[in-house]
């Protein structure tokens, strides 16, 4: 076993943790820069379709409710909120199975495999009958898709992520795994704009009736195209270590056993670096679109679009919070949404509600995007250096879910509630004590990896 270069000691691979953050001897360099790029687009566009599919459902949400629910029901909305909430149950387990079939059998077939999964829900979901036809079955089978989607959706961040930060040249690595980011908020984008594309060419008897049906359909019919593109990505672990995990020559890639017991300390790093991103995230990029819209509820239309125009704000300076932390380092960036988070968060959470000039309400939503851009654009690449490849996938994965099912998925319900009882300072007293915890990680336990990548 000590002659197989796939096959590595924890202290050998601690040592590469450090000293080479793309994991080289175990991952393949890629062969050109545009071999890169064409990798990072077909990763990209998988990750932008299977987001589609996590929003479209919170998009055409008042729409296909009155098919699974009754509308004298007056609990019919929260139910419907809390099968989208379960998802983020199964996330930690997928990133789970996914990480560990990614760094054993390869990062190109676990993307495969999550993406057909992702597909075949939205195709499901697309032709559910609804309580009329199967009565509570019908909420069930949704609660059904939507509780495998989270399954696909926990595997898809944490192998995406990984392979786009492999993927990519040295030098680059952050710009090209910010993309990872900008097409997480495309899917968001796209889904907001068939809405808007469907509101200005159907009636809302239509949108009711099956229009919604069409655009989860969409997203099934997406997936086919990105699932012929991701056949033919690169590999990027070497051959070497696919075939040590075949032949069972290695025996611990991608196990909880071996990532608890020799780099526990990265993993718990890592869950401490996403509790703040990940409830700012939520914070910024769902609560204060929701924020926007109950603002300008007399306006529709405008809500629509002040939201669009911002969301596309943020999924555009991605890229240029990646080609940033290649020139100055992760770290600098990492503190700076940290920070920024900590000074700005009141800002969005108390003083967005009470501005009803539309300008002035999306330059204080842009403000909190170029904030956020601190963490999104970097979360992945910055993560995946953590890790060693053989438990980069699952390591990676399984720390950022867990935080991401604690505080991020939580963070519009528990906004809503302090909204509820008309308390919202004590939310935004809750996401500081969060953030703060992220910025003490980054302070103190973050490495410098990110300008290793120059030599």
Not at 209 to 216: D, E, H, S
Not at 265 to 293: D, E, H, M, Q, W
Not at 309 to 327: A, E, K, N
Not at 360 to 389: E, H, R, W
Request: with cysteine; net charge positive; charged share 15%.
């Amino acid at each position: 076993m000590a002659s197989n270069p796939a096959v590595r000691t924890s202290e050998q691979t601690k040592q590469d943790q450090h000293t080479q953050p793309a994991g080289a001897g175990l991952v393949e360099t890629p062969k050109s820069l545009g071999r890169a790029v064409a990798n990072t687009i077909k990763g990209a566009l998988g990750n932008l379709v299977e987001w589609y599919d996590v929003y479209v459902y919170t998009v055409f949400l008042k729409y296909f409710e009155g098919h699974f629910l009754s509308p004298e029901d007056k609990n019919a909305t929260v139910v419907i909120w809390a099968v989208f909430a379960v998802t983020f149950v199964m996330r930690p387990v997928g990133s789970w199975f996914f990480g560990r079939y990614a760094d054993r059998r390869g990062r190109r077939p676990a993307l495969t495999l999550s993406v057909c999964i992702m597909a075949s829900c939205s195709f499901i979901i697309g032709i559910l009958p609804g309580r009329e036809v199967i009565g509570g079955w019908a909420i069930l089978a949704l609660m059904a898709c939507r509780l495998v989607q989270g399954f696909a959706t926990g595997g898809e961040y944490g192998t995406s992520a990984t392979y786009m930060s492999e993927a990519a040249v040295r030098g680059r690595r952050g710009f090209f795994s910010s993309f990872q980011c900008t097409t997480l908020v495309a899917g968001h984008v796209l889904a907001q704009s068939v809405l808007l594309i469907f509101s200005l060419t159907m009636s809302q008897e239509a949108l009711h009736a099956w229009g919604w049906r069409v655009a989860f359909i969409i997203g099934g019919l997406l997936a086919i195209g990105v699932l012929i593109l991701r056949r033919t990505m690169d590999e990027s672990l070497s051959e070497e270590h696919l075939q040590a995990t075949r032949s069972g020559e290695d025996t611990t890639a991608g196990t909880l056993g071996e990532l608890l017991k020799h780099y526990w300390r990265p993993f718990v790093l890592v869950f401490f670096l996403t509790t703040g991103g990940t409830v700012c995230f939520y914070t910024f990029s769902v609560n204060a679109p929701s924020i926007v819209k109950a603002t300008f509820a007399d306006s529709p239309v405008t809500a629509t679009v002040l939201n669009l125009v911002g969301l596309s704000f943020l999924m555009l300076i991605q890229p240029l919070g990646g080609l940033i932390s290649d020139r100055v380092g992760r770290k600098p960036l990492y503190l700076f949404f940290g920070f920024g988070a900590l000074a700005y968060t009141w800002v969005l959470v108390l003083v967005l509600p009470t501005v009803h000039t539309p300008i002035l309400s999306l330059l204080i939503v842009m403000v909190g995007y170029v904030i956020l851009t601190g963490y999104t654009s970097i979360n992945a690449v910055v993560k995946a250096d953590q890790f060693p490849p053989q438990v980069r996938a699952i390591g990676l994965g399984t720390g950022y879910a867990l935080a991401n099912s604690m505080f991020g998925g939580t963070a519009p319900m528990i906004y809503n509630l302090s909204k509820q009882h008309a308390d919202t300072l004590w939310f935004v007293v809750y996401v500081m004590v969060i953030v703060s915890t992220t910025v003490i990680a980054a302070l103190f336990f973050l490495k410098e990896n990110g300008r290793l990548d120059q030599s």
